[in-house]
């Protein structure tokens, strides 16, 4: 099983706490195998999807079980 694709998905509208907005990114890989593997993280889209995109050529066609290597 490879890695064949990195997708975000950015809901913008989040919950209210402690004065500021929290905004959720997820990110979604796919494999070549057909199953999908999902993570979530807060609070700064903004940073954490252009980390996400940067490090994105690096998973592909790397395996998504070998999780302590990536």
Do not use: F
């Not at 099983?1 to 950015?10: A, Q």
């Not at 593997?37 to 609070?43: I, V």
Request: aromatic share 4%; glycine share 6%; net charge neutral.
């Amino acid at each position: 099983m490879k890695i064949t694709e990195v997708e975000t998905i950015h809901l913008s509208r989040g919950i209210t706490v402690h004065a500021c907005p929290i905004q959720w990114l997820w990110v979604r890989l796919h494999p070549d195998e057909g199953l999908t593997s999902l993570g979530e993280t807060y609070p700064s889209v903004i940073v954490e999807k252009a980390v996400v995109r940067r490090l994105a050529p690096l998973l592909i066609g790397r395996n998504p079980l070998d999780i302590d290597r990536l």
